[in-house]
C-alpha cells in the first residue's frame, strides 16, 4: 500500500503518493483476521472420515467399537467446532480493531487541534503583522511546522528540513530550519546541478515521494554529505499559486517513515504555505 521509487527513478524522479496513499505495510492474513487456509479442507475432510468410521462402527464390536465411535464424535466436533472457533476469533479480531481505530480516531483529533491551534493563532497574528514582526512570525511559522512534524511522525530519531526556495536567479533551495534528530542539513539545492534539477523537479510535480531503503533506491538528490539516513518522504510546501518550499523527513532505518501519515503532514505543510504566503 506504499508508492515506492525505483532504481532507475528514485527521489525527484518517481510518481507522486496519491492522496489516498497510505504507508503502513500489509499484514498476512492469520487466524484471527481472515479465513485459515486449510479451515475448508480440513472441515471436510474431519465429516468425511466421520462418517466412513461411522460405517465401520456398525460392523465392530467391544472395544473396537468403543474406540471407532469416540474417534468419529471427535473428528464431527472438529469438523463443527473448526468453523465456530475460526468465527470467534474473527469476531474477537474485529471487536479489537474497531477499538484501535476508535482510539486511533481520538488521538489523531487531539493531535489536530494540538497542532492547528498554534497556526490558527500565528496566521492571524501574520494577518497584522508589519515589517521584522512579520519576518519573525514566519521563521515561527516554520519552527513550528517541522517541530509538530518531527513530534507526530512516531518515527526513531525522525528528522524533519524546511527547504526555503529562492527564486533567483538560479533558483536555490537552502535549508531554512530543521527538527528531530541532531544535525542540520548540510546541502543547498541549486538549478543547474544534478541534485537541483532533481530536487526543483519534485516540485514542479507537487506531489509526495517516499523511498523505503535509500541503499536499493538511490535518491537522486542528498541534503546531507553523509548520507546517512536510510529512509525518506519529501514533498512540497506551497499554495495554489506560489511554490514556497521542501518538507522533507528523514530516518535512520529503512521503512522507519512507514507509518508516518501522510495526510496529516499535508495539512500542516498547507497551513505552513498559508502561513508564509500572507
Given at each position: 500500500m506504499v508508492t515506492h521509487g525505483n532504481p532507475q527513478a528514485a527521489l525527484g524522479d518517481t510518481e507522486p503518493l496519491g492522496p489516498n496513499t497510505s504507508m503502513g505495510h500489509r499484514r498476512p492474513a492469520d487466524w484471527a483476521i481472515g479465513q485459515w487456509r486449510w479451515l475448508v479442507q480440513v472441515t471436510v475432510a474431519a465429516a468425511a472420515f466421520a462418517w466412513v468410521i461411522g460405517l465401520f462402527a456398525g460392523g465392530a464390536h467391544g472395544a473396537e467399537r468403543v474406540l471407532l465411535i469416540v474417534s468419529g464424535a471427535v473428528l464431527t466436533a472438529i469438523a463443527a467446532g473448526m468453523p465456530l472457533w475460526q468465527q470467534h476469533l474473527a469476531t474477537a479480531a474485529r471487536a479489537d480493531a474497531v477499538t484501535v481505530a476508535r482510539s486511533a480516531r481520538a488521538a489523531m483529533r487531539v493531535a489536530l487541534e494540538d497542532a492547528l491551534d498554534p497556526f490558527v493563532h500565528l496566521v492571524g497574528r501574520l494577518t497584522t503583522a508589519r515589517g521584522s514582526d512579520k519576518v519573525r512570525l514566519r521563521g515561527e511559522a516554520i519552527q513550528l511546522a517541522v517541530t509538530t512534524v518531527a513530534a507526530l511522525a512516531g518515527a526513531q530519531r525522525i528528522r524533519v528540513c524546511f527547504f526555503l526556495l529562492d527564486e533567483g536567479p538560479p533558483r536555490r533551495l537552502h535549508a531554512e530550519r530543521f527538527a528531530g534528530r541532531a544535525g542540520a542539513p548540510t546541502v543547498t539545492f541549486v538549478e543547474g546541478t544534478a541534485a537541483g534539477a532533481a530536487a526543483l523537479r519534485l516540485l514542479s510535480r507537487g506531489g509526495w515521494t517516499y523511498l523505503a531503503d535509500t541503499a536499493q533506491e538511490p535518491?537522486?538528490?542528498?541534503?546531507?554529505?553523509?548520507?546517512?539516513?536510510?529512509?525518506?518522504?519529501?514533498?512540497?510546501?506551497?499554495?495554489?499559486?506560489?511554490?514556497?518550499?521542501?518538507?522533507?523527513?528523514?530516518?535512520?532505518?529503512?521503512?522507519?517513515?512507514?507509518?508516518?501519515?501522510?495526510?496529516?503532514?499535508?495539512?500542516?505543510?498547507?497551513?505552513?504555505?498559508?502561513?508564509?504566503?500572507?
Open positions: 535518491p537522486r538528490f542528498w541534503w546531507d554529505t553523509e548520507r546517512s539516513y536510510r529512509t525518506v518522504l519529501a514533498g512540497p510546501v506551497a499554495t495554489p499559486d506560489q511554490v514556497i518550499g521542501l518538507l522533507t523527513l528523514d530516518a535512520l532505518a529503512p521503512g522507519e517513515l512507514a507509518q508516518v501519515d501522510v495526510t496529516l503532514v499535508r495539512l500542516l505543510t498547507d497551513l505552513l504555505a498559508t502561513a508564509l504566503s500572507i
